[in-house]
DNA sequence: ACTCACCACAGAGTATTCTCTACAAATTCA
DNA sequence: TGAATTTGTAGAGAATACTCTGTGGTGAGT
């Protein structure tokens, strides 16, 4: 498990738990939502900078946002093909 | 403190204690040595990927380097003037 | 004085992050 | 089904991380 992923994890998690949307935390933290939504995708790779200013806004240490896991997910790893049971 | 602070002395003291030098990080890190420099001199914020390359090199867990120092280190923060007025 | 190892620092170039605009899929709500 | 909200994704440009090369300063050992 990367780093961007452990990032992209805690990060969408941490956001969650604030109950705020990607365009709302982007606001806060004075970013662009694409970038936001780039960052839970593991796309670009995060300055401390950033870390940072979304650690604040989150109300979490930023530390906190490159722990890794413990439960540890492995599950997580591939959403495979999900599209077959759609059956609607 | 900010971050990039709280990273240079975390990186400079992990280093340290593993008994490199700056060009001897660099080159087990893959990065420059002269990046490596400015990093301990808050010149940049690095990335995560980084971060997470001079973890593995220092053997310390990513979110460690960002850990903000207990106890304090008010006293640290200038060199003063050390200058001596040179003058050419 | 000389060498050697280590580090600060600057300038220019390359690579990557981060912003902005725009469109579309997915989800929620009525 | 339809409208509002949220998120994914792409492309182009601005900003900054990161590399490479070179210069100079400091402390230890000879």
Redesign the interface.
Known sequence: M???EI?AINLRAARKEAGLSQEELAYRADLDRTYISSLERCVY????????GLAKVLGV????L??RPEGKARAASGPKSRKGSKAG
């Open positions: 990367d780093i961007r990032f790779a995060a300055s401390i900078d950033v870390l940072d240490d930023p530390a906190e490159l722990r």
